[in-house]
């Protein structure tokens, strides 16, 4: 029968036997990523006085970091002890994708860094990012659920389009899409959840999918938020990909109307699209400008807001955006 091992005495054996680490110094340039090297627990006492981020247990961990330049930096935890709280090292873990029991399998883990002046200090958030991107890299049924996904939503535009020169076409094209967008986010957020870090749920983006013209907006929206969840970046850096993408749909709404003497189906389907994508656009953005700065927007009346208002909502959004992280 096998022995099963209290996780914190394995952890505790294995930095024991870890203790001797090359001190930490200061870097010779920025690094953005790199992968652990060496890992053992110290005093407090022995963390660098002008390290960046407090250290308030009485033990610290150091995870020293080898960059692709080769060159080793030294990052610093909190190691809570008896009566100490501390969720560092956890945040650590979980960004990882390990269990507490699976501490010695960290060397070699890739891990997001970043910097302020000269020292280093591990992203756990961009760490979990970047895992998730690792994996689905390496797993080709996430692009072909993504890819299906993507023909259906194009079949939807198409429909519209074609309305009046192919009404019979537009409507047997309309009618499939409505099964066939819900099916293809159901799908593809399956393939996400078991594939990558994210757990999309799927049941909204189903239901949008379901309703005719809308579901083009929101099988477009959920592409856009399925490449920032997977593509290894920071909610400031997934609020910029929306704000584009805002900025964009706004822009659509007076070209619609621009383009409706010379087409008026086109000019129908542009305004439509916009309408309904215009709010997502403002909820993901005003969500992860939340997660990213001081400024706490209600996401969901902002977007009922600019569901109801279109681009007058959308314009008192970005003007107070502007005004909130100017």
Known sequence: MSEHRDPDAQVDEFLELERELSAGRRASKTYEEGNVSEAAKIPASEVPDDYPV????RQALQLNVETPDGETVATYLEWPGEGEESDHVEQLLDALGRGRDEFANVYGDRVALDSEDGWHGIDAEKTAALRGTEIASGDGSLDKTRNLLAVAIAVGAVGLLLDDAFHSLSEILLIITIGAIPVGIYLDAEQVKDGTSWSP?????????????ANVAVGLAYLVERHVRLSGITSGERSGVWYKALLTSVAALPLALTINPVSEIVSVAIFGYSWCFTPLAVYFDAEYVEDASDWEPKEELWAVAVFFTSILGAGAYLLRRYQKLD
């Open 54 to 57: 407090a250290i308030r247990t």
């Open 201 to 213: 749920t799927p049941n909204p983006w189903i239901i949008g999918g379901m309703i005719p013209i």
